[in-house]
């Protein structure tokens, strides 16, 4: 695919800089969407906007491969209430639609306004004239606003990276208004799927009474075009990391560490209550309980990565977790030989790969995802054209990965029918089924989706 040329400089603000601290100082965080992003920025002479990750960091505008990052001090206390609490105990259940009393409070709206503004401001100062400014996810939504109050001349992208809940959800949040006026900021709003767009286009017509025609919202005299670009993974290399000899060894390694089931499911996510592990292994306790599946030959990896510990809610969704399996490996285990192998690290990328390549059955079963890159990142691996995708029909992915195993991860009955159907799915089938997933994937990588977001922005610019 060729990359669309842009000439004006970039300027990306999130909530976190692409960095994290080795032993050598700072390195790009591991992620597609970094790798796609920075050479982009380093090209356009463009600049990342972020928090570092520590407290009260005033940490000085540092460089690291040809990119000027731009930090932006949070202080502890904000990082307890716009960080934790606004944006990950708030924003993220009601946006995946995972219901419960409500605990919105102005303390942590209050954070979240301050640092959206300390964000609109550094930007102010160092956009270049005319820069695209591209703005990423839920802790940031009222920036575009804010940004182009101070700035008319940068043109303002935003894309969200979770899905955009159904009004009837959404309007249960008492800054309801002030969310939408600051995205209608925006010259473009990009979803992950179209569901997030209609979504938005009716909470915007509901709150602000705004005109939508097809893809543009006019509100006032600005005028902000929304779209759907779901997002994808840096297809080559996942491919060239499972064409290793590395990962090929540590694969058949994985194999006999498990004692060689027939069968190996697999499930990788970020401990999160949205991503539905425990459903998963009770269905998979399920099947073992009614015999059609056998620990004998059949045995499930679970990786379970670290994350948001200091929320409560991550906090009991991990215990439950934990309870679930030591209860299943303790009625279905052999010495030496657990039913259920559980992983609560962050793996290097290279295991990550070696697992999806081990891995026959791959469990992607969210009660809501916006995309879930794992889902991709499965196929990409299974350069042997072999394995089966579950996935949950409210994953972002579910839209393009029609040769997946779809699945209603609410209906257990259903979920232990899918996995039933992917373990026992004959040899054609699955070739067949990951021929279509993989020529799927390939359409679409993370450069072509930066590139086309980039590209519509630049078209967009009011
Ligand atoms: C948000 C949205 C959307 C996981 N464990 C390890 C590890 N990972 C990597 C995976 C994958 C990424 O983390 C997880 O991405 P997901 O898309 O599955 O989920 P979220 O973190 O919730 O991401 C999501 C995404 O943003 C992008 O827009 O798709 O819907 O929720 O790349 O490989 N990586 C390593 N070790 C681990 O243990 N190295």
């Keep these: 695919m060729n990359p669309v040329p842009i000439t004006r400089p970039i300027v990306v603000a999130a909530n976190r800089l692409p960095v994290m601290r080795t032993a050598d100082g700072w390195a790009p965080s591991p992620g597609g969407l970094v790798r796609a ?25 540092f460089v690291v491969e040809g990119v000027e990052l731009h930090p932006v001090p949070i202080s502890e206390e904000e990082i307890e209430l716009y960080y934790e609490g606004f944006s990950n105990d708030g924003l993220w259940p009601l946006y995946h639609d995972a219901l419960r009393e409500s605990t919105y409070s102005a303390d942590q709206w209050d954070a979240y ?38 700035r008319d001349d940068v043109t303002i992208g935003f894309f969200l990276h979770i899905p955009f809940p159904p009004y009837e959800l959404f309007s249960r949040l008492p800054w309801r208004t002030e969310i939408v006026e600051g995205l209608l900021g925006c010259d473009l709003l990009g979803f992950q799927r179209p569901m997030g767009t209609s979504n938005f286009i009716a909470a915007a017509q509901q709150l602000l009474h705004v ?14 075009r929304v779209g759907a670009f779901p997002i994808s993974i840096d ?24 004692g060689d089931p027939e069968v190996i499911l697999l499930g990788v996510d970020r401990l999160d209550y949205t991503k539905g ?39 009991d969704e ?75 029909e409210f994953a972002g992915a579910a839209d393009e990965l029609t040769d997946a195993v779809l699945v209603n991860p609410h209906d257990d009955e259903a979920l232990q029918q899918a996995i039933m159907t992917a373990v026992e799915m004959h040899r054609h089938e699955r070739r067949k089924r990951m021929e279509g997933l993989r020529n799927q994937i390939r359409k679409s990588d993370v450069q072509g989706w930066a590139d086309r977001f980039l590209g519509v922005m630049d078209a967009s610019a009011n």
């Design 37 to 61: 992003l920075l050479p982009m920025l380093r090209d356009t002479g463009g600049t990342w906007v972020g928090w570092t990750g520590n407290p009260d960091d005033e940490a000085e505008p």
């Design 113 to 150: 306004v301050a640092v959206n503004e300390r964000f609109a401001t550094t930007l102010a100062e160092i956009a270049p004239p005319d820069a695209m400014v591209w703005i990423h996810d839920y802790q940031l939504q009222l920036v575009p606003k804010m940004l182009r109050e101070r």
């Design 211 to 224: 005109d939508a025609h097809h893809d543009v919202i006019e509100n006032a005299d600005h005028r902000t």
């Design 235 to 258: 297809v080559d290399d996942v491919e060239a990391m499972a064409a290793g000899r590395a990962t090929r060894q540590r694969m058949s390694q994985i194999r006999a560490r498990l």
């Design 277 to 315: 592990i425990g459903l998963r292994l009770k269905a998979f306790a399920a099947l073992l309980e009614s015999g059609q599946l056998d620990p004998e030959r059949h045995v499930m990896v679970q990786v379970a990565t670290p994350t948001r510990e200091a929320v409560e809610h991550y906090q």
């Design 318 to 392: 991990r215990h439950q977790i934990e309870r679930l399996v030591g209860e299943i490996n303790g009625r279905y285990s052999r010495i030496g030989l657990p039913v259920i192998h559980y992983l609560y690290q962050s793996l290097p990328f290279d295991e990550l790969i070696a697992l999806y390549r081990a891995g026959d059955v791959m469990l992607v079963t969210p009660f809501r995802d916006g995309m879930n890159l794992v889902a991709k990142e499965y196929a990409a691996a299974h350069i042997d054209g072999d394995g089966v995708l579950v996935l949950s």
